[in-house]
C-alpha cells in the first residue's frame, strides 16, 4: 500500500523558513516522481515543486523558485521541501503526491492518485 506522511509544518514568522518531510512507503520509492502541492483556503491545489526519480531534476512554479528547493534522499525514501524567505500567501496546506504514471514534469493534481494528508503551514505577516 502506497502512503506518504508529511511533515514539519507549523507558524512561521515573514520571512523565516521550513522544512517539509514526506516519508514514502509501500512502493519502489527510487521509481517515482514526487510533487509537493498545496492548497490555501478558498483556493485551488496548485503545484509548487517537482522532483524526478530518474535524474534528480527539479522543476518549481513561479511563485516558489528562488525561494523553495525540493530534494530526495533516496536511503530514507523521503523528500523534503526546504522554504526560505516565507511570506503571508504561502499560507497552506501542503501536500506531497506521486504516481507511477508521472514519467514527466507535472503540476496537475488530476494526474496523482496518491497523497499524504497534509501539514499546514501558516505565515504571520
Known amino acids: 500500500e502506497v502512503q506518504l506522511v508529511e511533515s514539519g509544518g507549523g507558524l512561521v514568522q515573514a520571512g523565516g523558513s521550513l522544512r517539509l518531510s514526506c516519508a514514502a512507503s509501500g512502493f519502489i520509492f527510487e521509481d517515482y516522481a514526487i510533487s509537493w502541492f498545496r492548497q490555501a483556503p478558498g483556493k485551488e491545489r496548485e503545484g509548487v515543486a517537482f522532483i524526478m526519480n530518474s535524474d534528480g531534476s527539479t522543476y518549481y512554479a513561479d511563485s516558489v523558485k528562488g525561494r523553495f528547493t525540493i530534494s530526495r534522499d533516496q536511503g530514507k525514501n523521503t523528500v523534503y521541501l526546504q522554504m526560505n524567505s516565507l511570506k503571508h500567501e504561502d499560507t497552506a496546506v501542503y501536500y506531497c503526491?506521486?504516481?507511477?504514471?508521472?514519467?514527466?514534469?507535472?503540476?496537475?493534481?488530476?494526474?496523482?492518485?496518491?497523497w499524504g494528508q497534509g501539514t499546514q503551514v501558516t505565515v504571520s505577516s
Open positions: 503526491a506521486t504516481d507511477p504514471r508521472v514519467r514527466y514534469v507535472s503540476f496537475d493534481h488530476k494526474e496523482y492518485g496518491y
